[in-house]
């Protein structure tokens, strides 16, 4: 139904369920703490009000990827530890230092920047040395650690760095008995004694992210880092979903109905016409495209949910827009479209989007555009 309120398409985020999917996570983890990761705008979320929900339900630690998202969790009053883990040369160290975030260091130039950092600044920074395990990407290859392990004691000792966490990553944690996953811990506990012979007795040493979390209670450590899960998608669907999980989502994508009309059968709908219709029948038009984060490769497989019906998308996903055929269903102009939502009322959910456009539904949620207010549902009264 129409409201007059609601937007063309809207992001529903219920902080209640990132509040009880925090909790979920620290039951599993338990003894281990649970850091809320809130990297890209908490996965299309929302950042500081998802951060905020998640310290609320008792995450002790908050994750960002890139320093500026760290520095904006402080600039809005987060005040608990801060890990941020993906550094350029030339990323702002003094201000992360000031701040009071944990700087992850993955190689000998990143030590450096930030030792220099700590000289002109003052303060010593807290830093956590990552190893690449196993995964291939970021973090500093066993060849590498003894001496990126040394000169971090050098530094601690100088009273420059105090090195709060030795880290690391998963390649295969949606699989848990993928081989590589038994070959990370044991290297992990490589670089852990290496670290721990050299004298490091870091406040957190961490490997889980949320499906380790979820799967591996052999690599919770002190702390697991926990995404996807956080915002109560399953982040091992063929593992289970999210309600096997204990975890409920907590975005529902929501346009409404700007046309509904008549059309004859065999009328081409939408760019290329790779759609036609077969019979006499009323076309819904939906103001919501790939501007906004709907995948084009959703053109006539993307599910919609429409007053208790399901359709799927008739024809090419366009920048703004796309269309529904709504056969015999007597929908009107401002009704609700829902794109994905939890699914209890048998609306399609991030994971059917997925799975429907070939991708992963850390990519549906996360690429909800700026264009797309979100709407919290649910903050709590205290924060
Ligand atoms: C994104 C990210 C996470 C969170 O992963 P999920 O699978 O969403 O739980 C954890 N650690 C690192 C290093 C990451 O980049």
């Given at each position: 139904m129409s409201t007059g309120e609601q937007a063309r398409l809207e992001a529903r985020i219920d902080l209640a369920a990132v509040r009880s999917n925090v909790r979920r996570m620290r039951e599993v983890a338990g003894p281990a703490q649970v850091m809320a990761v809130v990297k890209a705008d908490a996965y299309g979320h929302g950042m500081v009000p998802c951060a905020r929900a998640a310290v609320e339900a008792g995450a002790t630690w908050l994750g960002t990827a890139l320093p500026e998202e760290a520095l904006a969790l402080r600039a809005a009053g987060l005040s608990v530890p801060i890990l941020t883990w993906l550094h350029a040369p030339g990323d702002p160290f003094r201000e992360l230092i000031a701040a009071d975030v944990d700087v992850s260091i993955s190689g000998l130039w990143a030590l450096g920047e930030v030792v220099e950092a700590v000289r002109a600044g003052g303060r010593p920074a807290r830093i956590q040395l990552k190893a690449d395990?196993?995964?291939?990407?970021?973090g500093a290859q066993p060849h590498d650690w003894p001496l990126l392990v040394e000169e971090a004691v050098k530094a601690q000792k100088d009273g420059l760095?105090?090195?709060?966490g030795l880290w690391s990553h998963f390649a295969c944690a949606d699989e848990p008995t993928h081989p590589s996953v038994a070959a990370q811990l044991t290297a992990y506990r490589e670089a852990l004694e290496i670290a721990e012979r050299a004298g490091l007795r870091p406040e957190v040493r961490h490997i889980a992210n949320s499906p380790a979390a979820l799967l591996l209670p052999e690599s919770h450590y002190d702390l697991v880092r926990s995404g996807l899960a956080t915002y109560g998608v399953s982040p091992a669907p063929e593992e289970g979903s999210a309600a096997d999980f204990g975890l409920r989502p907590a975005m529902t994508l929501v346009g409404r109905l700007a046309l509904v009309k008549l059309v004859e059968s065999g009328h081409g709908v939408s760019y290329g016409h790779t759609y036609h219709t077969t019979r006499r029948t009323r076309l819904g038009l939906v103001p919501a495209g790939y501007a906004d984060g709907i995948p084009r490769a959703a053109s006539s497989c993307g599910p919609v949910w429409i007053d208790g019906v399901r359709h799927t998308i008739a024809g090419r996903v366009a920048m703004d827009q796309f269309v529904v055929d709504l056969g015999d269903q007597e929908a009107g102009v401002g009704d609700e479209v829902v794109l994905?939502?939890?699914?209890?009322?048998?609306e399609p959910t991030a994971q059917d989007w997925a799975e429907k456009t070939g991708t992963i539904a850390y990519e549906i949620v996360t690429?909800?555009?700026?264009r797309v207010p979100r709407v919290y549902l649910n903050a709590s009264a205290v924060l």
């Open positions: 395990t196993g995964l291939g990407r970021n760095v105090t090195v709060t994905f939502g939890p699914g209890d009322r048998g690429r909800i555009g700026p």
